[in-house]
Nanobody, 126 residues
Framework: VQLQASGGGLAQAGGSLTLSCTAS????????MAWFRQNPGAEREFVAA????????YYADSVKGRFNISKDNAKNTQYLQMDTLKPEDTAVYYC????????????????????WGQGTQVTVSS
């Protein structure tokens, strides 16, 4: 199983970036898919998640209204559209997949996720 994250880079505050996460070895339509982020010395924190059938989504308060998670089953890829970026969004972003039943507690904590991508750096300048 491999989750390949891409799309990170440098953006100005107020700008936008779109992250992609292409899966191989699993089918994203069968999994809860999520994004987490992490800065050096800090805990990996939850950003957003989408249930296997796309019916449920959940966002961290810090990104609600600015980020949008989606997935394209035909491409076996999930996305994170990030708008109105802020310097505090700077981090390495990781995609992850989980086969457990959806609950808010499970999707917002890293320990339920079985597969992780390698991370992609997002840097937002002020």
């Amino acid at each position: 199983v491999q989750l390949q994250a891409s799309g990170g880079g440098l953006a100005q505050a107020g700008g936008s970036l779109t992250l992609s996460c292409t899966a191989s070895g699993i089918t994203v339509k069968d999994y809860t898919m999520a994004w987490f982020r992490q800065n050096p010395g800090a805990e990996r924190e939850f950003v957003a998640a989408m249930s296997w059938n796309g019916a449920s989504t959940y966002y961290a308060d810090s990104v609600k209204g600015r980020f949008n998670i989606s997935k394209d089953n035909a491409k076996n890829t999930q996305y994170l559209q990030m708008d109105t970026l802020k310097p505090e969004d700077t981090a390495v972003y990781y995609c992850a997949s989980m086969s457990l039943r959806w609950t808010i507690t499970r999707v917002t904590h890293r320990y339920g996720y079985g597969y992780w991508g390698q991370g992609t750096q997002v840097t937002v300048s002020s």
